[in-house]
């Protein structure tokens, strides 16, 4: 379970979306609001101050004040960097601070906000190695709001995408979402086979999922189990909008399919496009308690 979460925070409606999500995180005790801004004064200038670092703090921990968890604590982090790409910046304080999550919004304020979103967000999935929540605010939602925002259960209804592929995602699943309500099992066997073999047939497939429906059962959270054929993507997004799923959860690894063979296309275009929260497993062992 996640205890330690990272937010790379732009100010955003996306990124005010994901701190509201962390409400439903059993057991979360630390999270570190990160900010990250371009300077013009190079690390070794310890006697000029950046106006705008100076800014960003002051404006980050006011917001940080405004979080009132009981038993959680909020810490803000700003890094200043002269050159490079932010998505590695997340990357290292996510190691650094120890950090078993990080959530991010999808769509952020642009580059006068200082860009933590969209493209970053893919860099991070591409090359973070701690399991990634990406979501989406409402376009509703007025990016200058204060107001607290309003989310439904996170684990209420999981779509859990599998190839089969080792690590088995249904244990990663029971090691780290054991509090899940609802859990939807569900294979694509897509229609763009290569004809190396990657992919089952419909009724193979049945056989196997119903077998891990079966292992997720021993949980005593209702599971069902599906098999659709078509595009991965599509499916994927069109299965969680027609069937009230709180949560999508890929694996961001994979043997063969659709996982790790199409991490430029199937996965992407899912963290993309699905208006729904997606969760994407990169630890992909299970945690050894």
């Given amino acids: 379970m996640y205890e330690k979460v990272l937010v790379p925070f732009d100010f955003s409606a996306d990124s005010r979306h994901a701190i509201a999500h962390l409400t439903h995180i059993p057991g979360l005790?630390?999270?570190?609001?990160?900010?990250?801004?371009?300077?013009?004064?190079?690390?070794?200038?310890?006697?000029?101050?950046?106006?705008?670092a100076d800014y960003a703090r002051l404006r980050l921990e006011e917001y940080a004040r405004s979080i009132?968890?009981?038993?959680?604590?909020?810490?803000?982090?700003?890094?200043?960097?002269?050159?490079?790409?932010?998505?590695?910046?997340?990357?290292?304080?996510?190691?650094?601070?120890?950090?078993?999550?990080?959530?991010?919004g999808k769509r952020g304020m642009g580059i006068i906000e200082t860009l933590l979103i969209g493209s970053v967000a893919s860099e991070v999935l591409r090359y973070g190695d701690r399991d990634l929540l990406l979501v989406h605010a409402p376009r509703s939602q007025k990016s200058d709001t204060q107001e607290p925002l309003e989310v439904p259960p996170l684990f209420s209804h999981l779509l859990v995408c599998t190839d089969f592929s080792a690590p088995d995602i249904v244990a990663l699943c029971k090691e780290e979402l054991p509090f899940a309500s609802r859990v939807t099992l569900l294979h694509v066997v897509s229609t763009y086979d290569s004809g190396e073999g990657g992919h089952l047939n419909s009724s193979d497939a049945w056989t196997r999922l119903k077998a891990l429906r079966d292992e997720y059962s021993s949980l005593r959270i209702p599971v069902r189990a599906t098999v659709c054929e078509g595009d991965p993507a599509e499916e994927i997004i069109r299965h969680a909008r027609e069937n009230d799923v709180s949560l999508i959860v890929m694996k961001s690894a994979g043997k063969r399919g659709f996982i790790k063979n199409f991490l430029g296309s199937t996965t992407m275009n899912v963290t993309r496009n699905a208006d729904i929260p997606v969760l994407v497993l990169k630890r992909i062992e299970p945690m050894t308690r």
């Fill in 29 to 52: 005790s630390r999270v570190v609001l990160l900010h990250v801004i371009y300077t013009k004064y190079p690390k070794s200038d310890t006697v000029t101050m950046d106006p705008s």
């Fill in 68 to 104: 009132d968890w009981q038993g959680i604590s909020v810490r803000t982090r700003i890094e200043a960097i002269s050159g490079g790409d932010i998505s590695a910046v997340v990357n290292r304080v996510a190691t650094e601070e120890s950090a078993s999550l990080v959530v991010m």
